[in-house]
């Protein structure tokens, strides 16, 4: 399957510091060193960079709308002061209990991205630090890059024991930067 120029990551675990107890406010928003020049890297060398992100505190009550746009917007104007661009943040605000589409592993983000961006997702790396991340990607057959940052360690090891299949078609990368050292090189 061809690469295309699509690259779409997943937010807490992957471009900042991830927390159990979720990410609720800009000053617990913190980004995993070296993400935020992994991300311009990738822009300025003509890859289309798109955040897909399960941001169930809205829908729990945790987290203020308001606030979460604070983050987006942070994060995408330390990206442009870098150069770079993303060229959307995606959100599902639902718990797991709303069963809606939009909740990874359901690729109902993936479909907003393809829709907002007029892109296709096929052939795009999906990068993320949980099973459920890559599930998504892998439903419209993107290629799954698993990141051992946030989560990333704790879903190796269950996508080993219980998910074969998709571990072998998965990339694995320390971190953000690393992944984009693969693709552009060092900087």
Known sequence: MA????IILDRDGVI???SDNFVKSLNEWIPIPGSIDAIARLSKNGYKIAIATNQSGIGRGLVDLKE???MHQKLCALVEGK???IEGVFYCPHTP???????KPKSGLIDAIENELSLSARGAYIVGDSVRDLEAGLNKHCLPVLVKTGKGQKSLLSLETKNP???AQTQLFDDL???ADHLVGNP
């Open 177 to 179: 930067k690393s992944f």
């Open 165 to 167: 299949f998709l571990f």
């Open 83 to 85: 150069g770079g661009r």
């Open 97 to 103: 209990e709303d069963e809606c589409n939009c909740r």
């Open 3 to 6: 690469q295309n120029r699509l």
């Open 68 to 70: 979460l746009e604070k």
């Open 16 to 18: 900042n510091e991830d």
